[in-house]
């Protein structure tokens, strides 16, 4: 099977992001109606590009990092197409855009494995703990960006400077009320994951188990601390930042853990 619709695909994502920076250098940028339409094609192609696979492998497409990335990659712009408009027409789409292209193309130049080492798991409960998972790392991702937004912003107004940046930016707090939402979602979604891989009574792996489980109580606590009132939007977004970055430098950790033998 050739990968013409993930390879379409990226490139779709690329020129939606290098408009935006041509748009931003040239003073010319508006609501990002021309980055939605390209996230909604890169999202079709990608949807493509899973169900091939899946009819490939008889399951769903999550059996090797390679695929995991993928899929990631795909769960992101679902979550942002989920979002409310304010945020799609804004610059949080090229922001996207521009992490699913590194997502993309370290998916296709780094050499891994792109096929399941074992056979693929049948059970529809493993897969939908997997699938899950992936999908609430893709709200973490969002997550993550609105953090990264409000930081410049707070950064902006504090230094008084303005900019296309700025003003294409969402009102900082909606950032704020975005950011934690998103990490709602995500923990929300993460916790269901957990149960649907206790009701299936698949075999745990102790290291990939508490692994999982440390990123799930840091987000835990982190919307705890919010919750109390103890945890001001900044550090919620530098969290949401920094755990999403641990999270995704431990990937490949935890996708070995769950291939092994």
Same mark, same amino acid.
């Given at each position: 099977?050739?990968?013409?619709?993930?390879?379409?695909? #990226?490139?779709?994502?690329?020129?939606?992001?290098?408009?935006?920076?041509?748009?931003?250098?040239?003073?010319? +940028?508006?609501?990002?109606?021309?980055? @939605? !339409?390209?996230?909604?094609?890169? +999202?079709?192609? &990608?949807?493509?590009?899973?169900?091939?696979?899946?009819?490939?492998?008889?399951?769903?497409?999550?059996?090797?990092?390679?695929?995991?990335?993928? +899929? =990631?990659?795909?769960?992101?712009?679902?979550?942002?197409?989920?979002?409310?408009?304010?945020?799609?027409?804004?610059?949080?789409?090229?922001?996207?855009?521009? @992490?699913?292209?590194?997502?993309? $193309?370290?998916?296709? &130049?780094?050499?891994?494995?792109?096929?399941?080492?074992?056979?693929?798991?049948?059970?529809?409960?493993?897969?939908?703990?997997?699938?899950?998972?992936?999908?609430?790392? /893709?709200?973490?991702? $969002?997550?993550?960006? !609105?953090?990264?937004?409000?930081?410049?912003?707070?950064?902006?107004?504090?230094?008084?400077?303005? /900019?296309?940046?700025?003003?294409?930016?969402?009102?900082? #707090?909606?950032?704020?009320?975005?950011?934690?939402?998103?990490?709602?979602?995500?923990?929300?979604?993460?916790?269901?994951?957990?149960?649907?891989?206790?009701?299936?009574? =698949?075999?745990?792996? #102790?290291?990939? +188990?508490?692994?999982?489980?440390?990123?799930?109580?840091?987000?835990?606590? =982190?919307?705890?601390?919010?919750?109390?009132?103890?945890?001001?939007?900044?550090?919620?977004?530098?969290?949401?930042?920094?755990?999403?970055?641990?999270?995704?430098?431990?990937?490949?950790?935890?996708?070995?853990?769950?291939?092994?033998?």
């Amino acid at each position: 099977m050739g990968n013409y619709l993930l390879v379409t695909a #990226t490139f779709i994502f690329l020129l939606g992001f290098s408009y935006t920076l041509y748009a931003l250098g040239a003073g010319q +940028f508006r609501p990002g109606r021309v980055n @939605l !339409a390209a996230m909604l094609v890169g +999202f079709v192609l &990608l949807s493509a590009e899973l169900w091939q696979r899946g009819q490939v492998e008889r399951g769903c497409p999550i059996n090797s990092l390679f695929d995991v990335l993928i +899929f =990631m990659s795909w769960s992101i712009v679902l979550i942002y197409l989920l979002i409310g408009s304010a945020y799609r027409l804004s610059l949080l789409g090229s922001f996207t855009s521009a @992490l699913v292209l590194f997502i993309l $193309l370290f998916a296709q &130049l780094v050499p891994m494995g792109r096929a399941p080492s074992h056979p693929v798991a049948r059970d529809p409960w493993i897969e939908f703990h997997a699938a899950l998972s992936l999908i609430a790392y /893709g709200a973490f991702a $969002l997550a993550a960006l !609105a953090g990264l937004m409000y930081l410049l912003q707070d950064r902006q107004l504090k230094m008084r400077k303005g /900019g296309a940046l700025l003003y294409n930016l969402p009102p900082i #707090t909606d950032l704020a009320v975005a950011n934690a939402r998103l990490v709602w979602l995500g923990f929300g979604l993460l916790t269901i994951s957990f149960v649907a891989g206790l009701i299936s009574g =698949m075999p745990v792996n #102790t290291l990939k +188990f508490w692994a999982s489980a440390g990123i799930w109580a840091i987000y835990g606590l =982190m919307l705890g601390l919010r919750k109390i009132h103890s945890l001001p939007p900044r550090r919620v977004a530098m969290l949401s930042i920094a755990v999403f970055a641990i999270a995704l430098l431990a990937l490949p950790a935890i996708q070995y853990l769950s291939t092994a033998r």
